[in-house]
């Protein structure tokens, strides 16, 4: 037998977050219900104040509740560099890093043959009209290195260059992680590595 | 830089779930917003709803959206028998064993003396009240077999024997577990097994 129709359906609503399977849920509603109702009301109430008002940045793909993400609208920002990534999540990570002053294309998704996203799934025309608009100088490509994440960036690459043979394209260095020691690091990051080895300037 | 105030604040409120963490909250925000709005929608609008109309059952403790949860308005179970438990998420798994027929009492927790957790903080005085005024003639108790809910079996079985000596009182059984392998069971619980060991009838 199950429980009341409405503890069922939140935790069937509950399901629906990433990487919550059933059991979690379940754990989740009763201690929401239980003794967490008020962040649950909290809960839910931003929910649907972020469904109502967070949309995608028309510039760059970001989720704002502005007219413009606030990366866009940034003043600050240096318009001829452009970094493109996958997700809002990969953009995120490179802003926590400090390491880039430039703007910010977001292709929601990566080319992938096999689960049918093609150029036109993910925002390729949207990111050629942009670099022409804006007159970028470079573009940076921050896609994974996962091949599907490869396929993307020579993708791009390609377009990039039919359209702008004078555009810069660069892409982020593959190599052993900060912090990591050698003997554990895969064989196939220390060659990318070691090819990509920077020459150190004489004193 | 953080993202937009609405994105934070859905962020920090999806924290307020069990087990979820700041990256955890994160992702899931990003991913009902972008592709997942109408789940979050649902999500939302499901929990302010149960927030509104799910209560404690006055009799036993349970989460329902009516006057008296399922379990103590069928009448189909034995009132005579009394199963205690510590949280709804054990009343639901003796329910999925399919193994109990009589109603349920809830404690909404368990004694916890290091946490400042008293008799007067679970719901004894009510447990008390119950089994007298609906003559139950056998309380089963099936608290955790971890110290804090064998200490709360053993401050009901005093409280309750004092007040009806001829109340049956009983507790789940401890043993190793359905699809163990004894090599594999810790030493206690085989001890335990051991000691609680079923005669088994000659034909």
Redesign the interface.
Known sequence: ?A?????E??IE??R????IGPK?A?????????S??K?????????????D??HRCPSCNN????DL???CASPDRDDSLLCVVE???DM?VI?QSLSWSGRYFIL?GRLSPLAGVGPSDISFNHLVQRVGDERVKEVVLATSFTPEGEATALAITEILQRYYPQLRISRIAKGVPAGAELEYTDVNTVAQAMLNRQIRENN
Chains 1, 2 share one sequence.
């Not at 629906?16 to 990487?19: D, R």
């Open positions: 037998m429980q009341a129709r409405l503890i359906e939140l609503s509950l629906a977050l990433p990487g979690a379940q754990r989740m509603a009763y201690q929401l219900l239980s967490k109702k962040e649950a009301e909290r809960l839910g109430r931003t929910l649907l104040e972020a469904v008002k967070v989720l704002t509740d502005s993400c606030q990366y997700s809002v999540a995120m802003e929601m």
